[in-house]
């Protein structure tokens, strides 16, 4: 069965520094592999997915996110971070029958 | 309306209550999920249905029932929920295609439930 780790429960960072928000899954198959965001009462917003070809990929609101199977990881990023990206980051990896396996999540505090 | 749609936003329901939980999905998809968010634990899948046909249910007590009518609508019937069945329930749906599931899903904004 596959699982997701992120191993950060909260982050907190100032505005304006980068970030890296740590991923790691473990499945058998060629991994299908998305960030979501969710603001606090919202739904969740896709960022970026991965599915195949280049190993880095670029989602919305400056994000992107580096597949590495030698290591597992589909950790995401961003240069520089804004008061507005404070919210709770979700990695999760695709797999058969149509389950989508979420991390626990990583909350993100930006301080200004 | 555009995108994935939920009503009610919030609900208040005693444990010997019947309430249902609607969805609506403007994408054309013909996949649709339930999760359900508890505090401090992951988002579980509870239930998939790819062309009106449930395909998963995720060991889900009897007490919460689901029903897609088409592949636009799906709802979550609730009879005799209990006090931790309170959490945010999430409707997702996706493209599925005959080479099996590789799409993201798009989830709409949630209910908020809380059961006394």
């Known amino acids: 069965a596959q699982s997701v780790t992120q191993p950060d429960i909260h982050i907190t960072v100032s505005e304006g520094a980068s970030l890296e928000l740590r991923c790691n899954y473990s499945?058998?198959?060629?991994?299908?592999l998305f960030w979501y965001v969710q603001s606090p009462g919202q739904g969740l917003q896709l960022l970026l997915k991965?599915?195949?070809?280049?190993?880095l990929v670029q989602g919305i609101k400056g994000f992107e996110a580096e597949f590495k199977r030698s290591q597992s990881s589909f950790n995401l990023r961003k240069p520089s971070v804004h008061w507005s990206d404070a919210a709770e980051y979700f990695c999760?990896?695709?797999?058969?029958?149509?389950?989508?396996?979420f991390g626990k999540g990583t909350l993100l505090t930006v301080n200004p | 309306e555009t995108g994935v749609t939920q009503t009610p936003r919030h609900l208040v329901m005693g444990m010997t209550n019947k309430k249902s939980l609607k969805c609506e999905q403007h994408?054309?998809?013909?996949?649709m999920y339930w999760y359900k968010q508890s505090a401090k634990k992951p988002l579980e899948l509870m239930f998939v249905?790819?062309?009106?046909?449930?395909?998963e249910n995720n060991s889900v007590p009897s007490r919460f029932s689901p029903e897609c009518p088409n592949s636009s609508h799906l709802f979550l019937h609730l009879h005799t929920l209990q006090p931790e069945d309170s959490a945010l329930y999430l409707c997702?749906?996706?493209?599925?295609?005959?080479?099996?599931?590789?799409?993201?899903?798009?989830f709409g904004p949630g209910t908020r439930l809380t059961v006394l």
């Open positions: 997702a749906s996706s493209q599925a295609s005959q080479r099996g599931p590789y799409n993201e899903q798009f």
């Open positions: 499945y058998g198959a060629t991994p299908y």
């Open positions: 991965y599915f195949s070809g280049d190993t």
């Open positions: 999760a990896v695709l797999g058969s029958n149509y389950k989508l396996t």
């Open positions: 994408l054309g998809h013909n996949a």
């Open positions: 249905y790819n062309f009106k046909e449930q395909t």
